[in-house]
């Protein structure tokens, strides 16, 4: 059996609490990949410490200098990391796909897209991270397997719902092939509609509704709906588009963001199934996202010089990006399944049991002293544990890339080998030096604005893309020609 051709991606709904270093040492950690065990069933968390002295991953470092480092940084920053890690696949080698397999970028959008949807509920432990296994044909396993790893998924609920989707997929690979999009349809607006009822709290928290049920630590907080915030963003328009040469397509920005709160304010005031207006909610935020002149104004926007306002308008963007993405996903998820069917006809979903929190004694906030296993160092050393327990002879190994956001800290196992036990404790140190490198750079108080996590970049998710420089020039001529008649 060849190996497994893997990509671990993350998708996550939390707030950063840790700076930029962590996100740089652990970029490309190779691991040998080898034939998976069989997924745990058990939903009792794992045990994170089980290793004993001196047989642990901190035998080079000591833990608690390592956290006093990120915290140090931490008060430097105001705890906020430099803008989310990204990866330019289109320069990666293999980007091609081989046979039946998806191109790499395929691969990780899809795994990106599929944790998206595993990190359902509010708060910053609804956390998922996706790896996708494509297996060749003649195997024993599925061609495709999931491996899912988050607190969210030890709901029953949020694997109903993922494996509704698996089946629509194998259902639509095994269509006929010459079907157009069109075709499509009907299974692209089931998974939607899987997708919008399992996610109906999460959608309602971002639009800051008040047919929202908060969770308890929000109940006391008290925000505007984010329809609300659209003035700032029409009242942007003037300042980013003055001159008069400009003006056909600042009213067409103003116009679009007119239209599309008139939208949310309809869903706000309208006592209809909230099901069927949040359907309608989430498509018109798509097809706000794919206009050109919202493209254009937002990439405009990133460009000026950054105050408050900005910024605020810049969030709502991002925050339409998160809304509109469930109808992206919904098709892309279709149409990948149509373009690689033989892949797509056997899908099969495994769970990694999560770890428990621990305390730590060393942290930034008084009140956050508990450290927790993200979901992509779950799968890291669930694929560890898998090397650890395979016999290396008879499979070549793989290489596993993994883009994570931070580490709040990594299980420390007795069954790791000593290869396994070694690489972590290198990985570890290369951090811990690159933190000290920065701590040393970082010579006076920088302040950095919160970042929007879970990005979605719709605004450039485009079918037709056309360069913002493009769409401006031609509607700048469009102005002259109606001003010459």
Request: glycine share 2%; hydrophobic share 35%.
């Amino acid at each position: 059996m060849k190996p497994a051709n893997l990509v671990l991606s993350s998708l996550h709904s939390l707030h950063y609490t840790t700076p930029e270093p962590l996100q740089s040492c652990l970029l490309k950690a190779s691991l040998h990949l080898l034939e998976m065990s069989s997924p745990t069933e058990t939903h009792v968390l794992q045990a994170v410490n089980t290793a004993k002295s001196p047989s642990t991953i901190w035998s080079r470092i000591s833990q608690n200098e390592f956290r006093q480092n990120v915290v140090s940084l931490e008060e430097k920053t105001n705890a906020v990391p430099v803008d989310v890690f990204t990866v330019n696949l289109s320069d990666a080698k293999d980007t091609l796909s081989h046979g039946g397999a998806l191109p790499l970028a395929v691969e990780k959008q899809t795994a990106d897209d599929l944790a998206y949807l595993a990190a359902v509920t509010e708060g910053a432990q609804s956390v998922a991270a996706v790896c996708l296994e494509q297996h060749s044909p003649g195997c024993s396993t599925s061609s495709l397997v999931i491996k899912i790893a988050g607190m969210d998924v030890v709901d029953e609920s949020v694997r109903l719902m993922l494996g509704e989707i698996c089946e629509i997929l194998q259902h639509v690979s095994s269509g006929s092939s010459g079907l157009e999009m069109q075709g499509s349809q009907p299974h692209v607006e089931a998974v939607f509609r899987l997708i919008v009822e399992q996610h109906r709290q999460k959608l309602l928290g971002r639009l800051r509704s008040k047919k929202w049920t908060k969770p308890a630590y929000l109940a006391r907080t008290h925000k505007k709906s984010l329809w609300k915030d659209f003035e700032n963003v029409i009242h942007r328009a003037q300042h980013v588009y003055p001159k008069r040469l400009e003006k056909t397509i600042r009213i067409d920005v103003q116009n679009c963001l007119t239209a599309l709160g008139e939208t949310y304010q309809k869903f706000e005031d309208t006592a209809e199934d909230v099901q069927q207006m949040l359907q309608h909610l989430v498509r018109s935020t798509y097809e706000f996202c794919q206009s050109t002149s919202i493209a254009a104004y937002a990439k405009k926007l990133e460009g000026v010089h950054a105050t408050p306002q900005i910024a605020a308008a810049l969030k709502t963007l991002r925050q339409l990006e998160k809304i509109g993405a469930y109808w992206r996903i919904s098709k892309a998820l279709i149409k990948t399944a149509r373009s690689y069917s033989s892949l797509f006809q056997n899908i099969s979903i495994e769970y990694i049991t999560p770890y428990a929190s621990v305390p730590t004694k060393v942290a930034y906030e008084s009140w956050a002293k508990t450290c927790h296993v993200h979901a992509e160092v779950q799968l890291a050393v669930h694929y560890a544990l898998s090397a650890t327990n395979s016999s290396t002879d008879s499979h070549a190994p793989a290489t596993l890339t993994i883009w994570p956001r931070i580490i709040g800290t990594i299980p420390d196992l007795e069954v790791y080998s000593a290869e396994v036990r070694e690489h972590f404790s290198m990985v570890l140190e290369c951090m811990n030096n690159h933190v000290s490198e920065k701590l040393k750079e970082t010579t006076s108080l920088i302040w950095r604005p919160e970042p929007m996590t879970s990005r979605q970049d719709l605004l450039c998710y485009q079918q037709n893309d056309i360069p913002t420089e493009e769409l401006e020039d031609a509607m700048r001529r469009t102005t002259l020609s109606d001003q010459s008649t």
